[in-house]
């Protein structure tokens, strides 16, 4: 089993839309979740950190953890076409220094 | 200020060439990182080094070699590489090594012919 699996996508919603990207991840002592945005031939790029149980929102993104059942999301609301790219979630052990355990990624496309 | 900056931006060299990469951050952050990432994948942790010593070592073949200068300034030696390590080499840097968020720089496309 990997340590982090996301949704494989690729994902098409039309602009307006709420996107949803899912990530669970198998080591259950994981304490930090990030998601981060990639635009094709670009860096990664932090959009939203998680550490607790619940819901963060940071204007149109919401990101949504549950360490039950070991599972983050990601909502998008509004989706624009800027907001297409690959979205990347990266999970930390608090016992692994500096490792973060990333998913394949999920690709994003919105239509306007 | 969330920014660091990586140079070059591109990189063409040869399998005998010896090169450098070179990444800054004046975030004061204490933790550095060199990821490699090839094209629809994740990125793949290379080192890490937690208060300018290397803590991390991903079984990196030797023709990369990482120096940590001071707490802000990062390089990457590459020497006799292959065709194979032709990626987007990315650094990042965070707070502290636990947990805190990683912020990666522009990247440096490397190929190597």
């Known amino acids: 089993q990997k340590e982090v699996e996301q949704n494989s996508g690729p994902l098409s919603v039309p602009e307006g839309a709420i996107a949803s990207l899912n990530c669970t991840y198998s080591?259950?002592?994981?304490?930090?979740f990030f998601w981060y945005r990639q635009y094709s031939g670009k860096s990664p790029e932090l959009i939203m950190s998680?550490?607790?149980?619940g819901d963060k929102e940071d204007g149109r993104f919401t990101a949504q953890l549950n360490k039950a059942s070991q599972y983050v999301s990601l909502l998008i609301r509004d989706s624009q076409p800027s907001d297409s790219a690959t979205y990347l979630c990266a999970v930390h052990r608090g016992s692994t220094l500096g490792r973060l355990y990333f998913g394949r990624g999920t690709q994003l496309t919105v239509w306007p | 200020d969330t920014e660091v900056t990586q140079t070059p931006k591109h990189l063409v060299m040869g399998m005998t060439n010896k090169k450098s990469l070179k990444c800054e951050q004046h975030?004061?952050?204490?933790?550095m990182y060199w990821y490699k990432q090839k094209a629809k994948k994740p990125p793949e942790l290379m080192f890490v080094?937690?208060?300018?010593?290397?803590?991390i070592n991903e079984s990196v073949p030797s023709r990369f070699s990482p120096e940590c200068p001071n707490s802000s300034l990062l390089n990457l030696h590459l020497h006799a590489l292959q065709p194979e390590d032709s990626a987007l080499y990315l650094c990042?840097?965070?707070?502290?090594?636990?947990?805190?968020?990683?912020?990666f720089g522009p990247g440096t496309r490397l190929t190597v012919l």
């Open positions: 990042a840097s965070s707070q502290g090594a636990l947990g805190n968020e990683q912020f």
């Open positions: 998680i550490y607790s149980n």
């Open positions: 975030m004061g952050h204490r933790a």
């Open positions: 080094y937690s208060y300018e010593k290397l803590s």
């Open positions: 080591d259950r002592v994981s304490q930090s």
